[in-house]
């Protein structure tokens, strides 16, 4: 049975057909009227989005494998390889005749390909990573967007950047242009921008980081969703105006969606298939989609493995050499992103800004944006969130948890935490970090270009030192925000997740494709480096002697010390 085991990132529509680009490294064709799987590709890392030809006889998908992929339909025939980047490629999108193919990339670079995946251009200029790309309707131009907070405009004839704008630098995940040359852009601040002859015009239409936009056939109408979980119908006739606003269900995934007909959008969302969304009526179609096995965090607490992850659903099973979690423990009802013990409790939360009781489900605190990550600090629980906060808790006298503040300590995301005593140490998006300082609730340093790409972990090693693994495959040591060590690890794919052994001596690491390594700070020496799975390691912890690996297939790995 064909389905999806992750979640699906990307979705594109065509008259015949639904195709979806999954975490599972899948790329699925479905019959578009009896939404029944068809044939499917498969991608060596994480498929991140996809588009048809306009003809409907080729499929594009987009993957953290380095590579986009062109497929025949309906077999989904492989019959190119674009393979000239040197890092994830975050978008793939046909010229309007079909001919080519342009790329973006995190390498920063745009790409253009003929339908063989030679490669016809090359277009650099990005500083970090090229978020999204769109034609021009003659297909001559390519407007390009980064996380350099800049929107290029391409000349393929020329074969120079023809115009640069930098609409005050913040990060632009979203682009789409008009048959008449209006570009519209979607930023971090939550902001739509419209662009014509130079000129911006910005509307704020969201309360956090907008991460699609959809222009319907008619370019009568834009779709913008943000991760605040609002779906904004913007009605272009009348200037920027937003019409309507459609809170998104936990299910679905606000980075997929695309117009299917005037009145129909498609989503992608974090179970086995994709969501369907009637604009006029409201009605929400989510048949035939199961819950999936993945797995995004483990906590091994009293002897007993405990996971969670995109179902919402806690398990828990005994620790073996590969635990397949199976005994249910609650239902969250939402994706989560971490689980953790957290004074006489176990706690989850992520998606939908929602900490739980993770042995009950009982909502104990709700933020107005996703946590990334929960640790403890003394007496209080500090979460890690979306917009670059830090949001303090504690236990409330009604045994929920109460709110202590909100603080503002990283440019972007807050992608994980660390703490020695009451200080926090914060690694970002942004590639930036931080120490907070819990006794007087404020910033004590921060430094900015701490990586080269985003840290996606941190671990404490004790007595102020902290280590932070990055997408630019390397491991720094630090004590406070100075560099103490710079160290190349053995990984070839980006760096997900960072543990550390209890007395400090040992630093784990694990990537997207499965890897997992082990750092000896005394020998300074990696003599663990092991695949134990094929489908990505989402998280680590260390317990009873040994680090406990989760994974996206649904199982936990106990990987020993050397």
């Not at 920027?240 to 498609?266: E, S």
């Not at 935490?417 to 926090?424: M, P």
């Not at 931080?434 to 996606?456: P, Q």
């Not at 997408?471 to 997740?497: Q, Y």
Request: net charge negative; with cysteine.
């Amino acid at each position: 049975m064909i389905r999806h085991n992750g979640p699906i990132s990307g979705v594109a529509s065509s008259a015949k057909f639904v195709a979806t680009a999954g975490y599972d490294n899948q790329v699925i064709l479905w019959d578009a009227k009896s939404k029944t799987a068809l044939s499917r590709g498969l991608h060596d890392h994480l498929a991140n989005r996809c588009e048809f030809s306009a003809d409907e006889r080729f499929l594009v998908s987009a993957s953290s494998d380095y590579t986009a992929r062109i497929w025949q339909l309906p077999e989904m025939k492989l019959t190119a390889v674009l393979g000239e980047h040197t890092d994830d490629v975050e978008m793939a999108r046909f010229s309007p005749d079909g001919n080519l193919v342009a790329t973006v990339s995190q390498d920063g670079r745009v790409r253009v390909f003929n339908l063989k995946g030679q490669l016809t251009l090359e277009l650099p200029g990005h500083r970090g990573c090229a978020q999204s790309l769109t034609w021009s309707h003659d297909g001559l131009r390519i407007v390009s967007s980064g996380d350099d907070g800049t929107i290029r405009t391409w000349n393929l004839a020329t074969r120079i950047q023809e115009s640069i704008i930098h609409p005050e630098n913040v990060q632009t995940d979203a682009v789409v242009m008009t048959a008449a040359g209006v570009v519209y852009a979607g930023n971090d601040a939550g902001e739509v921008l419209r662009i014509e002859n130079g000129e911006i015009t910005k509307l704020r239409v969201h309360t956090s980081g907008i991460k699609n936009l959809i222009l319907n056939k008619e370019e009568s109408a834009l779709v913008s969703l943000s991760y605040d979980r609002y779906l904004a119908l913007i009605d272009l006739g009348q200037g920027l105006c937003v019409q309507k606003k459609i809170a998104v269900p936990a299910v679905a995934w606000a980075r997929a969606c695309t117009f299917q007909n005037d009145d129909r959008l498609i989503f992608g969302t974090f179970g086995s298939s994709y969501a369907c969304l009637e604009l006029s009526s409201e009605n929400w179609d989510f048949s035939a989609i199961k819950g999936t096995d993945c797995i995004n965090a483990v906590c091994v607490d009293n002897g007993l493995v405990y996971t969670v992850g995109d179902s919402g659903e806690v398990r828990s099973s005994e620790p073996t050499t590969v635990v397949r979690p199976v005994k249910a423990v609650a239902e969250m009802g939402s994706l989560c992103n971490f689980i953790t013990r957290y004074n006489d409790r176990i706690v989850c939360g992520g998606h939908l800004g929602q900490v739980f009781d993770a042995l009950t489900g009982e909502v104990l605190l709700t933020l107005g944006c996703p946590i990334n990550k929960a640790v403890q600090a003394g007496d209080y629980l500090v979460l890690a969130t979306y917009v670059g906060e830090l949001a303090i808790c504690r236990t409330s006298s009604s045994s929920g948890l109460q709110l202590v503040g909100k603080h503002k300590v990283l440019q972007n995301a807050v992608k994980d935490l660390a703490v020695w005593g009451t200080t926090v140490f914060c690694g970002g998006a942004a590639a930036d970090i931080a120490l907070f300082e819990l006794r007087d609730f404020r910033v004590l340093a921060s430094r900015v270009g701490a990586h080269n790409n985003i840290i996606n972990s941190c671990v404490s090693l004790g007595e102020g030192v902290f280590a932070t693994v990055s997408r630019d495959l390397r491991l720094k040591i630090w004590n406070g925000v100075e560099e103490v060590e710079d160290l190349m690890t053995p990984f070839a794919h980006s760096i997900k997740c960072a543990g550390s052994s209890h007395d400090r001596r040992f630093i784990a690491a694990a990537a997207y494709d499965g890897t997992v390594a082990i750092y000896d700070r005394e020998t300074k020496s990696w003599p663990v480096f092991r695949r134990p799975t094929a489908a990505g390691v989402s998280s680590l912890s260390f317990a009873e002697g040994s680090f406990w690996a989760s994974s996206y297939d649904g199982n936990v790995y106990r990987v020993d010390l050397p």
